[in-house]
């Protein structure tokens, strides 16, 4: 059985089409994409910031060159570690990404800027978090479409939105950044479970207590795949110290229903953030020949409620935040609101029942939409 029906009749290809190109515009909306150079550290002057975030990157990227820390979308065939110190504008506005504009320096000022970086091995990275606070650290598990300083500004825009306590770290996988390239970034994507699943060892191995894993879209089919192949592996040890979250996740239905029947029942549930609306997910959708997208379904469906139940699973319907961009495929990315709706010091909080729920924003509540008589908010 699949795990959601489409819902109320498919749509008519040019129907899907249009959507597409809906989409593709917001995607492609931005003017200009940033380029390795914004990287480069800067100096400060006599201005000194008021926050400055610290995150660890490990990536199948190849370097752009070596000994630098800018990376091309080719594969790395062992991967790399790096350390970036990043400052926050004062002007910075929650969900935002204040990049400088095309052809000029980052001003501390008013942009997001790179201070320091430098090179890291396995080891450092490692002791980093094992004498880190006691506050998990949290792995962000970047989607398609990025390149590797759109993912790195991006953890750092939800480490100061969201006060993430813990050590912050970027998986970036090669990514090609161009909306063309959706069938090669799913290879790069698959390229890079092994690098992922004993990165998350390595955490687990390192440090007591859980492990937090936050996905977004392809990164989440790259995170449920590392999860398949860590129950393969026998590594119970690793998948009972994870907690993941998927933003809408780019995984074919069927395809999830498959892993989770390997995965197994997680000792803490799997959080989904799911939006029907997701235009972006249509746009994949329409790419796999109409295929109904996990990160798309309908928390108000009765069949995706039992089986969210059924696989120990927690889906929730965040629709009712407001969107970020015009795909409605990045709501997770305003973590500040999304953390005040779930009424949670953080926007890594999950529910611990499984099931499905919807949220409401302007209400600041999560509940069942099929009355289940459990208290579904758990508070820590």
Known sequence: MMLAPLGSGRRSRHAVFALCLVAIAGLSGCAGRPGPETLDPVALGDFRPERVETL??????????????????????????ARFEISIPPTHVSSNIEWPKPGRKPDPKTDFAVLAQNDLGRAALLQVVRQSGPAAPVVFV?????????????LAQLKTDSNIGGTPILFAWPSHAALA???????????????????????VETRRGEVHVFAHSMGG?????????????????????????????????????????????????????VAPDDRALQVSSFLGAGTQRVGAIDARNPQVAEAAKRYGITIIDISSLE????????????ARQLAEALNKPAATATLGDAGAFVLDAAAQTVSSPFSLAATVLRQR
Not at 68 to 77: D, H, T
Not at 142 to 154: A, D, K, M, T
Not at 182 to 203: H, P, Q
Not at 324 to 329: E, Q, S
Request: glycine residues 4%; without cysteine.
């Open 56 to 81: 660890y990157t490990v990536t199948t990227r190849d370097r752009l060159q070596a000994g630098g820390n800018a990376f091309s979308y080719e594969k790395a065939r062992e991967p790399n570690y």
């Open 142 to 154: 970047h989607g398609y479409n990025y390149n590797f300083q759109e993912s790195l500004y991006r």
């Open 181 to 203: 390239a959706y069938v090669a970034d799913k290879e790069s994507a698959t390229y890079s479970r092994d690098a992922l699943a004993k990165l998350l060892i390595d955490l």
């Open 221 to 273: 089919w790259l995170t449920v795949e590392v999860l398949r192949q860590l129950k393969l592996e026998g590594r119970d040890d690793v998948l009972s110290r994870l907690r993941v979250i998927m933003a809408a996740p780019d995984i074919d239905e069927d395809v999830f229903r498959a892993q989770l029947d390997v995965i197994g029942r997680m000792r803490t549930p799997i959080t989904i953030l």
């Open 323 to 334: 969107s970020i961009d015009a795909t409605n495929h990045n709501r997770a990315f305003d």
